[in-house]
T-cell receptor
């Protein structure tokens, strides 16, 4: 079956514009994660959705960042009024959730460049 | 500070063994993981170890866990050029999402 799909694969935007990044998880996976990977940095946790539970938003760096997951499937990460420091690769992952061990399947990421 | 720490870079010659180290802080972690990221791709799960184990072997990969020191290592035997990638360790602490280290870039010299 298909893996985790992210779109667009590359996004170039101007400072101050809003962007939307999309993630299609693996069918049947109840858990969905967003991470950010900056040059020279590790993976920074952003937000985690698990089934119908309230999402864990503890990793969102500012109120310019938000994410939603509609119908327990597709997720959109929105960054408002983008800044140059938002430039990074945004990675989405999904898993069966609440399983041990928890195996995450990652998409190829969206490379965001803010000029 | 970071919950999971790794050295940033390791260079080895083809055929040698590689050892990538990781330290973590959450003693409640049930599983510890190693993920591999090849250029331009997302991360792929390489292997994992249950926190009650101290060693796991899977073909060329050996994972060692020292729970007392919260130290995890990944040994790759007979390292090949195809093993060149970034390796991330990760730990899970209950219901929250996995916490990843900064990644170790492994460069294999022919």
């Amino acid at each position: 079956g298909a893996g985790v799909s992210q779109s667009p694969s590359n996004k170039v935007t101007e400072k101050g514009k809003d962007v939307e990044l999309r993630c299609d998880p693996i069918s049947g996976h109840t858990a969905l994660y967003w991470y950010r990977q900056s040059l020279g940095q590790g993976l920074e946790f952003l937000i985690y959705f698990q089934g119908n539970s309230a999402p864990d938003k503890s990793g969102l760096p500012s109120d310019r960042f938000s994410a939603e997951r509609t119908g327990g499937s597709v997720s959109t990460l929105t960054i408002q009024r983008t800044q140059q420091e938002d430039s990074a690769v945004y990675l989405c992952a999904s898993s069966l959730g609440r399983s041990s061990p928890e195996k995450l399947f990652f998409g190829s990421g969206t490379q965001l460049s803010v000029l | 500070g970071e919950d999971v720490e790794q050295s940033l870079f390791l260079s080895v010659r083809e055929g040698d063994s590689s050892v990538i180290n990781c330290t973590y802080t959450d003693s409640s972690s049930t599983y510890l993981y190693w993920y591999k990221q090849e250029p331009g791709a997302g991360l792929q799960l390489l292997t994992y170890i249950f926190s009650n184990m101290d060693m796991k072997q899977d073909q060329r990969l050996t994972v060692l866990l020292n729970k007392k020191d919260k130290h995890l290592s990944l040994r790759i035997a007979d390292t090949q050029t195809g093993d060149s990638a970034i390796y991330f360790c990760a730990e899970s602490g209950g219901r929250r999402a996995l916490t990843f280290g900064s990644g170790t870039r492994l460069q294999v010299q022919p």
